[in-house]
């Protein structure tokens, strides 16, 4: 027989009594219940079976993608101006509309290419995600800190996340398989001139910008719509590593910046950034050298002024990192009345991928955790069941009546805000073709001259360090791309790497680009 005595709390203990699942205490948790001492294990040692079953399914799939990251809350409080106009104009969005209007939310950073416990010091896009739980339902905007982006058509995606991810038979990140990407895809000389910089490398997550890289639309009461591309800037200032300062962080922690942020949100230091919006009237713009909806590019502030349209603060962490920073789930499909999406390609791939994914990720019911739920909006639909369903929709008077319409209650169709028309008339071919106006070298060939010397010599060592361990071919390429992006940083690379113009010039333009006069005159001069 068992000797209970020595089972149980001490004598004392008030500590609340640990319980299994289904509520029974747990009166002995350090043994399996065997047959005598020395075992065999019963089958139906129903405590142990739940506690060691559970903890075979503790993990999810990491993220595909940003699978590093952390979440804090906070709230967006808004200006209700844009310039010296009432935003009214421009959005009937509520979260905008007063000055001093406060909207809960979470916000999610994270790196891109590492595993869920892969360095924060790496060279990497930072992701910056934010949810606002706004009165009508969710708004997602689901940006990075760079403001561009590597391609411009969601259907590359999984192209250029497998050249920067492992190479599938060594499990090592390859230059060599990057920029043989790169190499064939010059849309992405911009997004490349910027992770090599210094920028590419934040110092923490609190001294990053943020942008949301696509255009969306903006709609307002009469349902005229404008474009617009979204942009955080961060009152604590912009950080960023050189390779060498990431390398000494690296070796001492993998998690710097979220430590970072964890001990500046509990000491009371709550970070904050501005929002600032560009505008442009919801058309093709023929008078620019690229297209709006063109993820590569920037909007020049000089003719289209970033406005500040609100402020964000972020004054709490999370209570557990699983539930509130793993499951998380953003997605570009999650607007709000008053906000839209834009024809940019890159945005509708994206839009399917993310539900898409927190559906296989998290689960079919990923919208019930607590912290994906619109809390500030009323949720009632008639979806049912599915895994892991714990909360069944208000339905109305009738619990029967999971379906709509009907004349026996359940629930009613709501009203259009105004009518369900909205933006220009939009026509063409079915077709599979490049935007017009590609301009892949121009703007970041700007971008290379604004930089400070000390930021061009890290990139131009960065790019080097990284091309010396790619194949001649390779390198030629990418020597002959960033002689179109600007002379001067073409050169330097291909004098790292050992290459002059004279031994890229016979290379021909791409089958799949597009030059611009401006190139086409840069081509000629390098023979
Ligand atoms: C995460 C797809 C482009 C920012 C993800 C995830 C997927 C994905 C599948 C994982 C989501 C999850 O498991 O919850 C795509 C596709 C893209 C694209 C298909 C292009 C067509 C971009 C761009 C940005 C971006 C351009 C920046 C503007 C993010 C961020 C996250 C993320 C910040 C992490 C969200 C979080 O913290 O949970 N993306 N992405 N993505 N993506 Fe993208």
Do not use: C
Not at 147 to 169: G, M, N, T
Not at 369 to 395: C, F, I, S, W
Not at 461 to 486: D, G, I, K, Y
């Amino acid at each position: 027989m068992t000797d209970v005595s020595s089972m149980g709390p001490q004598q004392g203990d008030e500590r609340p009594v640990l319980t299994n699942r289904q509520g029974h205490p747990v009166y002995d948790n350090q043994n399996q219940r065997t047959v005598g001492a020395r075992g065999p294990a019963t089958l139906e040692n129903y405590q142990f079976l739940e506690k060691i079953s559970h903890f075979d399914r503790e993990r999810i799939p990491e993220r595909v993608v940003h699978a590093r990251g952390v979440t804090a809350y906070g709230y967006f409080e808004a200006y209700g101006k844009l310039g010296d106009e009432p935003i009214s104009r421009y959005t009937r969005a509520k979260l905008f509309q007063e000055a001093g209007k406060r909207t809960d939310l979470a916000i999610r950073f994270s790196t891109v290419i590492g595993g869920r416990d892969s360095s924060e010091a790496a060279r990497d896009p930072r992701g910056f995600a934010v949810k606002f739980y706004t009165e009508d339902g969710n708004w997602d905007l689901v940006g990075n800190n760079l403001a561009v982006f590597f391609i411009r058509d969601a259907i590359k995606f999984p192209d250029v996340i497998h050249s920067l991810k492992p190479d599938p038979v060594t499990f090592r990140q390859e230059p060599g398989r990057i920029f043989d990407f790169m190499s064939q895809t010059p849309e992405s000389m911009h997004m490349l001139v910027n992770l090599f910089s210094p920028r590419g490398i934040p110092a923490d997550y609190r001294h990053q910008q943020g942008f949301g890289v696509n255009t969306y639309k903006w709609v307002n009461q009469q349902g005229e719509t404008h474009l617009v591309k979204y942009h955080w800037m961060p009152k604590q200032g912009v950080r960023s590593m050189t390779a060498e300062d990431a390398a000494a962080v690296q070796a001492r922690e993998l998690g710097h910046a979220t430590r970072d942020l964890h001990e500046a949100i509990d000491r009371g230091d709550f970070p904050e950034w501005e929002l600032l919006v560009q505008i442009m009237s919801d058309d093709e713009h023929p008078e620019l050298d690229f297209d709006p909806l063109d993820d590569t590019k920037v909007w020049p502030e000089n003719d289209f002024p970033a406005l500040p349209v609100g402020r964000m603060v972020l004054d709490r962490n999370v209570a557990n990192n699983f539930a509130e920073n793993e499951q998380i789930s953003f997605g570009t499909g999650v607007l709000v009345d008053g906000l839209d999406f834009s024809d940019d390609k890159m945005l509708v791939g994206r839009t399917f991928s993310y539900s898409d994914t927190q559906r296989y990720r998290v689960g079919p019911n990923y919208l019930q955790l607590p912290v994906n739920q619109a809390k500030n909006a009323e949720v009632r639909t008639n979806q049912r069941d599915g895994l892991m369903t714990y909360h069944v929709d208000g339905a109305g008077e009738n619990p029967h009546v999971n379906y709509e319409p009907s004349i026996t209650g359940g629930l009613r169709e709501g009203q259009y805000p105004t009518h369900d028309e909205q933006g220009p008339v939009v026509s063409g071919r079915l077709t599979r073709k490049r935007i017009p106006r590609t301009n892949d070298y121009k703007q970041a060939g700007q971008r290379y001259l604004l930089m400070e010397q000390w930021e061009r010599d890290d990139l131009v060592l960065n790019l080097v360090t990284m091309l010396s361990q790619a194949s001649r071919p390779v390198q030629e390429r990418m020597v002959w791309h960033f002689l179109l992006v600007e002379d001067e940083l073409g050169g330097r690379v291909g004098e790292g790497l050992g290459i002059g113009p004279e031994d890229v010039a016979h290379l021909e333009p791409l089958a799949s680009q597009d030059l611009t006069e401006e190139d086409r005159e840069r081509l000629s001069n390098l023979g």
